[in-house]
């Protein structure tokens, strides 16, 4: 079974910039691995911010973006905010299985 | 407003069932794949499950193959997983969610297996 990876824990400075990965023990995710970015805060549902790659929700805030980059998917928050401060996890698609990464927490400060 | 609702969790013996819904409302889910994804206490998010727009392509965790089982009644704007020979290891927070461009998640039912 595919392993998804992620930084466990990433820090940044109220107004910086942060760029969180997701790689692949199968190889480089492409597009075709439709990656997805979610956020969950303490004692809430996750959200989801990002889908296929660099697709926004009418609720993501402006801020965050989705790419794929050096062989890995890639959320970017661009000017953090405190209300940031959470865990996020991005998903794979290996074929019709999906496969979360194990998550960052996400530390603005 | 656009909701999704999971109820019919609860405590169960291990080897026991118990079957979860989700009720969807502000949006049809028949233009949608649907997933069941879960969350153990303290832990990260695992996809459980998913069902493709109209109820012909099903995909599963291989921890809960041959056991679990999602269905869809896009009529009643509905999703269920019916969750058979229990174990300790799936006690979690469940949730349905859409995907794609709907994206909508629920807020979760709590799945105690002890």
């Known amino acids: 079974q595919a392993v998804v990876t992620q930084e466990p824990s990433l820090t940044v400075s109220p107004g910086g910039t942060v760029t969180l990965t997701c790689g692949s023990n199968?190889?480089?995710?492409?597009?075709?691995?439709?990656p997805y970015w979610f956020q969950q805060k303490p004692g809430q549902a996750p959200r989801t911010l990002i889908y296929?790659?660099?697709h926004k929700h009418s609720w993501t805030p402006a801020r965050f973006s989705g790419s794929v980059l050096g062989g890995k998917a890639a959320l970017t928050l661009s000017g953090a905010q405190p209300e940031d401060e959470a865990d996020y996890y991005c998903?794979?698609?290996?074929?019709?299985?999906?496969?979360f990464g194990g998550g960052t927490k996400l530390t603005v400060l | 407003e656009v909701q999704l609702v999971e109820s019919g969790g609860g405590l169960v013996q291990p080897g026991g069932s118990l079957r979860l819904s989700c009720a969807a409302s502000?949006?049809?889910?028949?233009?949608?794949?649907m997933d069941w994804v879960r969350q153990a206490p303290g832990k990260g998010l695992e996809w459980v499950a998913s069902?493709?727009?109209?109820?012909?392509?099903?995909d599963y965790v291989d921890s809960v193959k041959g056991r679990f089982t999602v269905s869809r009644d896009n009529a009643k704007n509905s999703l269920s997983l019916q969750m058979n020979s229990l174990r300790v290891e799936d006690t979690a927070v469940y949730y349905c969610?859409?995907?794609?461009?709907?994206?909508?998640w629920g807020q979760g039912t709590l799945v105690t297996v002890s």
């Open positions: 969610a859409s995907e794609y461009i709907n994206g909508h």
């Open positions: 296929d790659v660099d």
């Open positions: 998903m794979l698609l290996f074929d019709r299985a999906r496969v």
């Open positions: 069902i493709n727009e109209d109820g012909s392509a099903k």
């Open positions: 502000g949006f049809t889910i028949s233009t949608s794949w």
């Open positions: 199968t190889g480089a995710v492409t597009r075709g691995r439709y």
